[in-house]
């Protein structure tokens, strides 16, 4: 069965950088929509990052990076093929990225550009970062 484990949380002060990771089983990442997501406490599931493989004749590792405004230009996806490893790269961390984040990966067909939660239907348990002033 597909299983996704997040690691790499924790409490920072503001201004400093964590890297989360996710370590998928079950499946073959390059092959599949993955993302990260974070909830703030007492509000809604909300997208980071998402990537979208593009495999074209010319490239066989290529894929679409997206990320949600709150995020952008300070967070960073990337992923790991040999490993079956999800990062989420974070820099310049601020209170309001205090979240519990999650790893997610879209096995359905097809599989699109999105940063919508619903079109993921396998997620890890979700790991705390916590940001201090």
């Known amino acids: 069965q597909v299983q996704l484990v997040e690691s790499g949380g924790g409490s920072v002060q503001a201004g400093g950088s964590l890297r989360l990771s996710c370590i998928a089983s079950?499946?073959?990442?390059?092959?599949?929509?993955m993302g990260w997501f974070r909830q703030p406490p007492g509000k809604e599931r909300e997208a980071i990052a998402t990537?979208?493989?593009?495999?074209?004749?010319?490239?066989?590792?290529?894929?679409?990076?997206d990320y949600a405004d709150s995020v952008q230009g300070r967070f960073a996806i990337s992923r790991d093929n040999a490993e079956s490893t999800l990062y989420l790269q974070m820099n310049s961390l601020n209170p309001e990225d205090t979240a519990v984040y999650f790893c997610?990966?879209?096995?359905?067909?097809?599989?699109?550009?999105?940063?919508?939660?619903?079109?993921?239907?396998?997620w890890g348990k979700g790991t705390q970062v916590t940001v201090a002033s």
């Open positions: 990537i979208t493989p593009h495999i074209t004749s010319t490239s066989s590792d290529a894929y679409f990076a």
């Open positions: 997610a990966a879209n096995t359905r067909f097809p599989c699109s550009r999105s940063l919508e939660a619903t079109d993921f239907n396998h």
């Open positions: 079950g499946i073959t990442i390059s092959r599949y929509c």
